[in-house]
């Protein structure tokens, strides 16, 4: 018995090392050896912050949210450093999936009521989004993990000047911050007789006391990160969007159907005072016109002068019906990003390097009808712009029939450049069709 | 075994109920079965509430975020180690031609482990976390959990020291060195008495993330197939060395991967290039135990069709192959690039945990059932129902989930945004809740089937296994 457990000793013994040997080296050597500094751009939490993170490690963010920008990843802002995680002194959450954005440089993105709303609920700003509602967080949790967010990043409140030390963005923390008095980042032309005027930003801005609200959120927050929406704004002028075109072979080879097969089943249909039959029909036509469409463009312009003839007012009638079943779909799922008025100033649109499209630009009064309808479809490649085809009912995901009302609305607010003669009217549920009262109208 | 001499024996001795012969095991079993049950349906719901996420508006306890940790806790410290130290406690006094060390004990450590667990329940559920994956459990559960793995090396060794039988076969080796190393990985992983940095900490929990499963849930789960093929075919082992050579690789190999979660982090490019090369070097292990295995079922591939354990056994097998095949593979720095943070690597950890040592977990229980307990199981028909519901969910989830992944990882390269592919996998998800739906009617099954044996009226007499 002895010296057969001797035979086992020596190789236990061997193994035992061997272990010890590896723990050493991968666990032990590195907490000897790796230590990143303090870094200069980076403060430590404070108080409120930290209490931000408890809340966020606790109710799981981390599963989904990755907290480290890697450098591969696209448009989640300049990669992460090691230095960045010094302050972190209960732990990491760092991640392990990314099924939501990462948030490692979220700070600035958004204002504090963004956040508010959208962590109340997330489908009110982003359709389709799969994040849990944390409607039940009390207002103090809520407000300690939208500053804990806002402090993250280059752009976030924890930034710091490297030449100086001091924080990068102080004018936004008095902005942000619940603890102090509100006050509101307005140009000084705008200054009126009454404003107290407490701070100045820079020759063109100062701070007045007051609460902001809605847009001017967003438009404080741009102003202070100017720097950044500048290098947006020459991107976004360097690359001009690719003019749409339409060729059926390439519809039919990247989505298998093509608009045809989509305008036989939808109630829109009546608007077309021409369709082909087939994709053939439409490719002969197209031999001796490059210009035809697969509709015939309805004029959602309001005109000059009425029309006198009872058929021409109902004809306008029907238009203008049809585009306001489009606009309650509009407000529910577009204006997040594109702004109530369709001028591209939604909340959401805050913190996008290619922003959401603004309405009013011309290009768009001259987009067809197939254009609208198969971009809010497939959405935009390289853009936020969902394809609401895809999203399921759950998600908030648009039929057909709702993405072509959506189009009728968009020619409308794009050829009128705003909401025209439907101002002052209500834009009624989104998703439910014009009732069969109403339809025989667009006839 | 009726009644009447339970209560005699009773009378007799107070503990009686706790030094009745193999009745850790079967407790233990009985116990992996439930928590099989529970930890599915906390990953049911979990899945459901990531495709319909309005599921549960007002309870901060049915969160997603909430219940994500349950379920990895209950399938990995419930499920699949309760079951498998169940039959580990069959196997070891089995190999030893002795005893049990401690019948008491061992149900002591039965009772504390279920303690700690649905107090773990109840404590992640309520949001208190340690916040680190698969160490969620807070440090008042992590010290239980610590002294139930010293109670189960006194157990284990105390077995092997009192063996009749002087060779040790790989089996014991396995589980008797898992004792000792697990502990160890568990206290760095867990790190109940210092804080680490950011970053530092991620080194240190990756360590244990990754060795949770390559010393724990595989050299258990490998070791009881060592014991479990041979057995069951009655070939014999195709090559002790070859055994060997697996076991002592696994310990060299294994234990610093865990650095390829982190291989596009600002951590030391040395310690990437140590896991990335360790992690390709698990394929010596690996195919020593698979060849190993393969080899020795050579002539009795067909017992797979009448012999439900072994059908578990093997379907752990292949795919264990499959998990250690495309592990090496993600793990190297171009391929992780692209796969990183994508649903793929959940389709990993679901492949490795459930379709590999969740097997193995199963058919280790429908094996040691009938033998600790003396009984029949109670449906043949309930257990082969679960075998295909089993099987058939977790190939539906590694289907939704790869395609999921790669989806992503396409998506992203192309510098699509987060938003959007959230949206673009919603029907791949939807496709996991039906995986997970056919995982947790699987389940149901074991649990009444399980129930029914061990404590149910004597089953009707319908063999389980007429071969061995």
């Known amino acids: ?443 | 075994m009726d009644a009447q001499t339970n209560m005699a024996t009773a009378d007799a001795n107070p503990w009686a109920w706790f030094d009745k012969e193999h009745s850790a095991s079967t407790r233990f079993m009985v116990s992996g079965a439930i928590w099989a049950l529970v930890g599915t349906f906390f990953g049911l719901f979990a899945a459901t509430e990531y495709w319909a996420p309005d599921l549960v508006r007002i309870l901060p306890q049915l969160q997603f975020g909430r219940i994500r940790p349950t379920h990895i806790n209950a399938v990995a410290f419930g499920f699949i180690s309760m079951s498998t130290v169940g039959a580990i406690f069959y196997v070891i006094p089995e190999l030893c031609r002795t005893k049990l060390y401690s019948e008491r004990l061992a149900n002591f450590l039965m009772i504390a482990w279920n303690a700690v667990l649905i107090a773990g329940v109840f404590c992640l559920t309520n949001g208190i976390t340690e916040g680190r994956e698969y160490a969620e459990l807070p440090w008042f559960l992590d010290i239980p959990m610590f002294l139930a793995l010293m109670t189960y090396i006194v157990i284990v060794w105390g077995t092997v020291l009192n063996r009749q039988e002087k060779q040790l076969y790989v089996t014991t080796w396995y589980v008797a060195g898992t004792t000792l190393w697990f502990p160890v990985v568990y206290l760095i992983g867990n790190r109940v008495f210092f804080q680490m940095d950011g970053i530092a900490d991620s080194i240190a929990q990756w360590f244990y993330g990754h060795n949770i499963l390559g010393l724990w849930f595989t050299t258990n789960g490998i070791g009881l197939t060592y014991y479990f093929l041979p057995k069951i075919t009655k070939n014999p082992l195709y090559s002790h060395l070859l055994s060997i050579v697996g076991f002592s690789t696994i310990a060299m190999f294994y234990t610093p991967t865990g650095t390829h979660h982190l291989l596009q982090m600002p951590v030391p490019e040395w310690l990437k290039a140590v896991a990335v090369i360790s992690s390709v070097m698990l394929l010596v292990p690996v195919m020593s135990v698979l060849v190993n295995f393969f080899l020795t079922m050579k002539g009795k591939w067909g017992m797979i069709a009448s012999n439900l354990p072994l059908r578990f056994f093997l379907t752990a097998m292949w795919f264990y192959l499959l998990t250690c095949f495309t592990g090496p593979f993600q793990a190297t720095r171009w391929i992780n690039w692209y796969l990183h943070f994508t649903h793929w690597v959940v389709g990993h950890a679901h492949f490795a945990l459930l379709g590999t040592f969740g097997f193995v977990a199963w058919g280790a229980i429908y094996y040691c059932v009938p033998r600790v307990t003396g009984r029949q199981w109670y449906s043949r028909r309930l257990a082969n129902a679960h075998y295909w519901l089993s099987l058939s969910g977790t190939i539906l989830m590694m289907i939704a989930l790869t395609v999921a992944g790669l989806a992503q990882a396409a998506a992203w390269e192309e510098g699509t945004v987060v938003y959007r592919t959230v949206v673009m996998v919603a029907p791949m998800m939807g496709l996991r809740v039906l995986s997970g739906l056919m995982i947790v009617a699987g389940q149901v099954l074991l649990v009444y089937n399980i129930l029914m044996t061990v404590f149910g009226a004597e089953a009707p007499a319908e063999a389980m296994e007429s071969q061995d």
């Open chain 1, 1 to 443: 018995m002895t010296t057969q457990r001797a035979n086992y000793l020596y190789p236990a013994i061997g193994m035992g090392l061997i272990l010890s040997a590896i723990i050493f080296v991968v666990v032990l050597v590195p907490r000897w050896t790796f230590k990143p500094g303090q870094p200069k751009d980076l403060r430590n939490y404070t108080a409120q912050e930290q209490r931000g993170r408890t809340v966020y490690r606790r109710e799981g963010c981390w599963y989904c949210h990755s907290m480290a920008s890697r450098p591969q990843d696209w448009d989640h802002g300049v990669r992460s450093k090691a230095s960045d995680y010094f302050w972190d002194k209960d732990g990491h959450l760092l991640g392990s999936e990314r099924s939501g954005p990462d948030l490692a440089n979220i700070g600035g993105k958004f204002p504090d009521e963004y956040h508010d709303q959208h962590h109340r609920q997330p489908r009110s700003l982003k359709p389709g989004s799969i994040m849990p509602s944390y409607d039940y967080l009390s207002k103090e949790e809520m407000g300690d993990v939208i500053a804990f967010l806002q402090g993250n990043g280059p752009n976030g409140t924890r930034a710091l000047d490297v030449a100086n030390g001091e924080m990068k963005w102080a004018f936004f923390t008095k902005t942000w911050n619940p603890t102090l008095p509100r006050v509101r980042t307005i140009p000084r032309a705008d200054v009126q007789p009454g404003d107290k005027v407490i701070g100045e930003v820079n020759q063109d801005y100062v701070t007045v006391e007051g609460q902001p609200n809605g847009w001017e959120w967003v438009a404080n927050w741009k102003h202070g990160v100017r720097e950044r929406e500048e290098i947006a704004s020459r991107n976004y002028d360097a690359h001009p969007e690719t003019p749409y075109k339409y060729t059926a072979e390439i519809e039919e080879f990247m989505y298998g159907t093509s608009h045809e097969a989509q305008n036989a089943k939808t109630p829109l249909n009546a608007l077309a005072t021409k369709t082909y039959a087939n994709e053939d029909e439409l490719h002969h036509a197209r031999e001796k016109d490059p210009n035809a469409a697969a509709w015939t463009e309805v004029s959602f312009k309001e005109p000059e002068v009425l029309p006198t003839d009872v058929v021409g007012l109902k004809a306008l009638e029907a238009r203008r019906v049809v585009a306001n079943q489009g606009r309650g779909i509009y407000n529910q799922k577009c204006s997040a990003c594109h702004g109530l008025d369709g001028n591209g100033k939604g909340w959401a649109s805050a913190s996008m390097t290619r922003r959401a499209a603004n309405f009013w630009e011309d290009k768009f009064k001259d987009y067809r009808t197939d254009t609208w309808y198969w971009r809010i479809s497939r959405g935009v490649p390289g853009t936020q712009m969902p394809r609401w085809e895809l999203m399921s009912g759950h998600l908030g995901g648009l039929h057909a029939d709702q993405r072509l009302y959506l189009t009728a609305y968009l020619k409308y607010i794009s050829q009128n450049k705003g909401l025209g003669k439907l101002q002052g009217t209500d834009a009624p549920n989104a998703g439910a069709p014009p009732s069969a009262a109403s339809q025989p109208a667009a006839k």
